[in-house]
Nanobody, 119 residues
Framework: QVLLVESGGGLVQTGGSLRLSCAAS????????VGWYRQAPGKQRELVAIISRDRTTNYSDSAKGRFTISRDPAMHTWYLQMNSLESEDTSVYYC?????????????WGRGTQVTVSS
């Protein structure tokens, strides 16, 4: 079992920055990838950024060049540095972990943290 807890959301003006953190507990040592998704009202949850055990990263087109994902070596904590925020970035941001369990991979989610960008 893995528990994920986000922090760092809030209200910021257009062009500002925020840093989200995700703290993991439980069997996170077998995670193969961790990252961030977001979901705006009336929209589907979408990938923002993901980083694998070998530190390969993948970003959504909207996040490229503005957001940076990073993690600690043990994958207990990971971060999303968000710069040049736009109103379209307003969403609930969820941290995510893909964890290997035997021959399967399970997805774990945090409860989300609200990011609101005001113009």
């Amino acid at each position: 079992q893995v528990l994920l807890v986000e922090s760092g959301g809030g209200l910021v003006q257009t062009g500002g920055s925020l840093r989200l953190s995700c703290a993991a507990s439980g069997s996170i040592f077998s995670a193969t990838a961790v990252g961030w998704y977001r979901q705006a009202p009336g929209k589907q949850r979408e990938l923002v950024a993901i980083i694998s055990r070998d530190r390969t990263t993948n970003y959504s087109d909207s996040a490229k060049g503005r957001f940076t994902i990073s993690r600690d070596p043990a994958m207990h904590t990971w971060y999303l540095q968000m710069n040049s925020l736009e109103s379209e970035d307003t969403s609930v941001y969820y941290c995510y972990a893909r964890v290997g369990v035997g021959f399967k991979e399970l997805d774990y989610w945090g409860r989300g943290t609200q990011v609101t960008v005001s113009s």
